[in-house]
């Protein structure tokens, strides 16, 4: 069973940066494609970012481009999320997915999440 742990969510204001980091068991993290979702307050969960099975390609959701990397480290089994320039709008609990590398990549989830990490960005 795919199995996910995040970690890394914060207080954080306006501007700053901050890096989600997602550990991986129970698979192979070159066989699966991976993904970062989020819920904001009273919002549907939805996508953030995906790394495929191959670690080339990336996929982000608009309202994240140029300000949010996804990357991967094999030897680690884990997946981070480096989020730069947060706004307001990035408050959520942001969670890791898998399960279904063809959804992912399509930007919708696979069968197992994570826990969740809160990220709240005030001022």
Known sequence: QLQFVESGGALVEPGESLTLSCTTSGFKLDYYSVGWFRRA?????????????????????????????????IAKNTVDLQMNAL?????AVYYCNGGGSTRIT????????????????SS
């Not at 706004?87 to 408050?91: K, R, S, V």
């Open 41 to 73: 307050p009273g919002k549907d969960r939805e996508f953030v970012a995906a790394i495929d099975w191959r670690g080339i390609n990336t996929y982000y959701e608009d309202s994240v481009k140029g300000r949010f990397t996804i990357s991967r480290d």
């Open 87 to 91: 706004n307001l709008e990035d408050t």
């Open 106 to 121: 399509a930007r919708k989830p696979g069968e197992y999440w994570g826990q969740g990490t809160q990220v709240t960005v």
